[in-house]
């Protein structure tokens, strides 16, 4: 059997994925790319998602939240780092403005390791901030 190994995602290849994963962003990802607004780019994919909580499409949520995932784990330093502090610490915003079964139920198709993530930061920031 061949090794294999994986190309590391990096800033344009995790853009590039984000077009084809949200086409309704496709537009917007572009001009922030050209930008060289990565931060920019998670928080319309944040806006996006919050937008379809709103609108209880908690199954299509949760389908984008595994696409990021799967950038998440492939991805280089920089790339995992905006992930979690940005689409990642916007869970806790989710939580508050969503019906508790709604968000019962994303948090439970949630990846294990976003779970992770994202329990870690509610721990550091009660320490820190007393949240």
Same mark, same amino acid.
């Given at each position: 059997m061949m090794n294999v190994q994986m190309q590391t995602i990096n800033q344009k290849i995790a853009i590039e994925y984000l077009k084809f994963f949200y086409p309704p962003l496709r537009n917007e990802i572009t001009q922030l790319s050209k930008q060289d607004n990565f931060a920019g780019i998670m928080q319309a994919t944040v806006n996006y998602l919050k937008n379809l909580l !709103?609108? %209880?499409k908690? #199954?299509?949520i949760a389908h984008h939240i595994k696409l990021m995932d799967m950038i998440h784990k492939g991805g280089d330093t920089y790339v995992k780092d905006m992930i979690e502090n940005i689409f990642v610490? %916007? /869970?806790e915003s989710f939580k508050k403005h969503t019906k508790i079964q709604h968000w019962k139920l994303l948090y439970q198709y949630m990846p294990v #390791? /976003? !779970?992770v993530i994202y329990n870690d930061q509610r721990k550091q920031d009660k320490i820190f901030f007393g949240k």
């Open positions: !709103q609108e %209880s908690v #199954n299509i610490r %916007s /869970f #390791n /976003f !779970q």
